[in-house]
Structure formats: C-alpha cells, structure tokens
C-alpha cells in the first residue's frame, strides 16, 4: 500500500480489496481495545487465575481435566505484560507500524503518512456526506469511525510532526466534530483513544482549539 511505484490514491484505486483487509485489521483492534478499557475485571481475573494455577502446583495437583488446559509461564508473563496495557492491540499495530517506516529507510516516510491520511479523509467524507451515510448501516458507519481514528493514530506516531500538524493532510477538527455529533455513548472510546494513545497531541503546536475539542 505504500510502495513508491503508484502514489496513494493510485494504489486505492488498484489495490481496493487490500485496503479492505487493513481497514478490518483497523477496526478488529480499535474494537478490542474499546472492550478492553471498558472490562477493567480482565487483569484481575487472569491474576487470580495465574494464583489458583500456582496453588494447584504448589498442592501437586498435577492431573489436568478437559478443557482446563493451563498456559505456560512464558504466556502468562507476556499476556500480563500485554493486558496491563490500556490499548494494547493499538499498541502493537503502532509499534509494528513504526518499525515497518524505520526499517525501510529507503521508503519516504510520506508514502505510508500520505497513505494514511488518504484513508482517514475518505472514512470521514463516508459519515460526513449526508447523501453517502444514507445508503450505508449503522454499523458500517461505526466502522468508518474506527478505520478513521485507527489511521490517524497511526499517522501520529509514525510522522516527525504527527497528525495534528496544519501540514498533516487529516482535517482534525473535522474528524473531531464528527464524532463528537454522534450518538452518546457510541464513539466514547475512540475520543478517548485520540486522548490518550496520540503522540503529538499535548505538543505546543497543536492549536488550542483542537485541545479544547477533545477537552485536554
């Protein structure tokens, strides 16, 4: 999607099944994270699971029933480490996102930003346009919203200035005010993503209305 042989909306316009497959990945990890924050009871729930497994051992109760199959040590230290994590499935596409740019050092980074914001501007056009939304479910609007937050966010860790830049592309005050026009309660945690997993937010050329927008 970001090979330098076509530009952006080249590589949308040829490559539209495999824009598909990464909005999907988009919206699978904007929706577990959104469970996640919203089920604090998982951490608590794996330690005491990880406590009753090592009193078991401790009471050399060694026979297993079906469907009790224990994960290891090693997979329990890395699930704790990952659900200690307040989003960790963004967490991860973004780290794998700013290791894509940094190894392929040869790629302008603007072939994966400009990529990026392409996508973001389409999925807010989609919800924006009266005439669009109407022929769409609700619940693909709902996966618009994501795909949009989802790349913004990406945008934001991997360029040097981040996506609330005047020269980012993303229209973020439009972005914002669309979602916060929807119904309460349904894109809370996508606010609350932009928040609090962005990169460059806080940073001082963000202007002050896009912080008051997000009442930061």
């Known amino acids: ?74 997979l329990a230290n890395r699930m704790s480490l990952f659900y200690a994590q307040s989003t960790p499935m963004l967490q991860s596409l973004t780290n794998a996102t700013a290791k894509f740019v940094t190894q392929n050092k040869d790629l302008p980074v603007e072939q994966t930003t400009d990529c990026l914001s392409l996508m973001a501007n389409i999925c807010r056009v989609m919800i924006e346009n009266t005439q669009y939304r109407s022929r769409i479910k609700e619940e693909t609007q709902l996966f618009c919203l994501r795909v949009m937050v989802g790349v913004i966010i990406l945008y934001d860790h991997v360029h040097p200035l981040g996506a609330f830049a005047k020269t980012s592309g993303i229209e973020m005050k439009s972005c914002i005010k669309l979602l916060k026009d929807q119904q309460k309660g349904k894109v809370e945690s996508l606010l609350n993503a932009l928040r609090y997993t962005t990169k460059h937010l806080q940073d001082e050329t963000t202007s002050r209305a896009i912080k008051n927008m997000l009442d930061v």
Not at 4 to 19: C, D, G, Y
């Open 1 to 74: 999607l970001c090979s330098e042989n076509l530009n952006p909306r080249e590589h949308l316009e040829q490559q539209q099944a495999l824009f598909k497959q990464f909005a999907e990945i988009l919206d699978f990890v904007l929706t577990f994270d959104g469970l996640k924050m919203t089920t604090p009871a998982v951490q608590n729930d794996f330690s005491y699971y990880r406590r009753t497994l090592n009193r078991r051992k401790m009471a050399n109760e060694d026979e297993i029933q079906p469907g009790e199959e224990h994960v290891t040590n090693e």
